[in-house]
């Protein structure tokens, strides 16, 4: 049995190392961008690993060689300098106020002033941040490492209330300026989060950071590689597949298809989510353990804020100044959902700079959609997963009556603000409905036009649909005839049915179907 210790839900690198944690190597990395540059930005999904990274730079830049012994840095690093670290965590606080900030930042530069003291003249905070850095670099002798973790928190809980977002953003941007202002008592300043607010934003002053976040060469300083599975944690493979009593193989894939995925840049390697990686290891069983530690309802209010197609979620179409960058005050939800980790790069066409994004994995991609659900449907959190199981379980008897009239349920009390999106809410239901019955069975889905054409596939049945969001049940059946959709399947021994629904204005619901069989 691996006597390994997983550090789940542990981000500080010195108990790690002391407490004698499972550990993954980056210092490596970490000490060619120490070596190679002086101000960064990564930006990576929560529970990504880096709050650790933050931790492994205070601990090296402290100079505690003794938490070090048997890692590449090790040999790398000759002299292990001791540099006063400024470390700012902005993960721990509920931003609701602009005092709520305010109050965070001003208990972090309390605490420095006790230590190197402070002047009167220095009345705002990122006055009084210059004077802690300079004041730091003269009483220690030596530049400031600065790290700060999760930089955006306050700008994310902020999205959708422009007036707290314009407040935070004018509060940080003063804050961060200081890092530009005293260059020359700094040695090294990292910022992470989850996102990058751009243009007039809290970066427009700090040009002289080097983002990281889609450079190739650091695209395993967070998360977890294939190949560091394999170097890491062979033994354990082979103890997790006989704990599901499947194979080694059988089991690689597995874990590949839930927990890999995340594209960083468009030739990189995929990483696998390491929160859910080492849950996995850690209890043999697979979850959605990711998702199950942050609710993203921020992602779903933009969603229905900007009338987003959810279709197209799994191949939307954007560049690198979309991704890259998110401007508080836009209209355009993807980067957001990109940025927090629920679509990745799937593609890119180098020619016109496009890149192709899509989930990332199983986990994120049934997570999401099942989460969707309450927020589009007429259905609670509590029973939501039981209509799942009721609608796959009629189609695999051949209910499909059963199974309209279940639909039907989730159109019911549709509210006013919806009628005037009338069809893309049809379709967004729909379309959540059918791709969690896709966990189970084989859905093919399509809209064209203000039309939705779909085959669902199970070990008895094939059903061929077509949903008229104008038009009568009669004509969509028509249609599935006209267009013989059927064509595919006649030699196939399953029995078929093929369905014309239609959705009428009036009730705001599925008025008729008829069946074909």
């Known amino acids: 049995m691996s006597s390994k210790i997983y550090p789940i839900g542990i981000q500080n690198f010195e108990k790690i190392r002391n407490d004698g944690y499972f550990y993954i190597d980056k210092t490596a990395l970490m000490y060619q961008m120490v070596k190679t540059g002086s101000y960064y930005f990564l930006s990576r999904p929560r529970r990504f690993g880096k709050s650790l990274l933050i931790s492994t730079l205070e601990a090296y830049f402290q100079g505690k060689k003794e938490l070090f012994t048997g890692l590449a840095v090790e040999k790398l690093e000759k002299d292990w300098i001791k540099y006063p670290v400024l470390h700012i965590d902005l993960n721990t606080e509920k931003y609701d106020t602009p005092e709520s900030l305010e109050n965070k930042l001003n208990g972090v530069l309390v605490e420095w002033e006790k230590k190197y003291g402070a002047e009167p003249s220095e009345k705002s905070l990122a006055t009084r941040f210059e004077g802690i850095i300079k004041r730091t670099c003269r009483q220690e002798g030596q530049r400031v490492a600065i790290l700060v973790d999760e930089y955006d928190k306050p700008m994310l809980q902020a999205i959708g209330n422009e007036e707290l977002q314009k407040s935070f953003r004018n509060t940080l941007k003063a804050f961060y300026g200081a890092l530009k202002s005293q260059d020359g008592c700094i040695k090294f300043a990292m910022l992470?989060?989850?996102t990058k607010f751009s243009k007039v934003s809290?970066?427009?002053?700090?040009?002289?950071?080097?983002?990281?976040s889609m450079w190739n060469e650091y695209i395993e300083i967070c998360g977890v590689s294939e190949r560091e599975i394999h170097e890491n944690l062979e033994a354990e493979l082979h103890e997790f597949a006989d704990a599901r009593r499947t194979t080694y193989e059988k089991l690689c894939t597995e874990l590949k298809e839930c927990y890999d995925g995340y594209h960083f840049t468009h030739n990189s390697i995929g990483m696998y989510n390491p929160f859910s990686l080492l849950n996995a290891f850690k209890r043999k069983e697979f979850g959605n353990y990711w998702f199950e530690t942050g609710t993203p309802t921020y992602l779903v209010k933009l969603l229905k804020k900007h009338h987003y197609d959810l279709e197209r979620m799994a191949h939307e179409e954007t560049d690198a100044q979309v991704l890259n960058s998110i401007d508080s005050e836009s209209t355009n939800p993807i980067p957001v959902i990109y940025q927090s980790g629920y679509l990745t790069i799937?593609?890119?066409?180098?020619?016109?700079?496009?890149?192709?994004?899509g989930f990332p994995n199983r986990e994120v991609e049934e997570g999401f959609i099942r989460f969707l659900l309450p927020f589009y449907a007429n259905v609670n959190k509590v029973e939501y997963p039981f209509e799942i199981q009721k609608f796959v379980r009629e189609v695999e008897a051949g209910d499909y009556s059963s199974f309209f009239r279940r639909l039907q349920s989730f159109f019911a009390d549709t509210t006013y603000e919806v009628i005037r999106e009338q069809e893309l809410h049809y379709e967004n239901v729909l379309f959540i409905v059918f791709k969690l019955v896709g966990f189970y069975t084989k859905v093919e889905y399509h809209t064209n036009n203000g039309r939705i054409d779909l085959i669902l596939q199970t070990d008895k049945f094939i059903y061929i649909m077509e949903f008229k969001l104008n038009g009568t049940a009669e004509e969509a059946l028509q249609q599935i005839n006209d267009k013989r959709y059927a064509l595919p399947f006649e030699a196939d021994g399953r029995k078929?049915?093929?369905?014309g629904i239609n959705f009428s204005e009036k009730t705001r619901n599925i008025e008729k179907w008829v069946v074909e069989s």
Do not use: A, P
Request: charged share 30%.
């Open 192 to 194: 992470t989060g989850v």
């Open 202 to 212: 809290v970066f427009s002053d700090l040009n002289n950071l080097d983002d990281i």
């Open 346 to 357: 799937k593609g890119y066409d180098e020619r016109f700079g496009i890149y192709r994004l």
């Open 496 to 499: 078929l049915f093929k369905i």
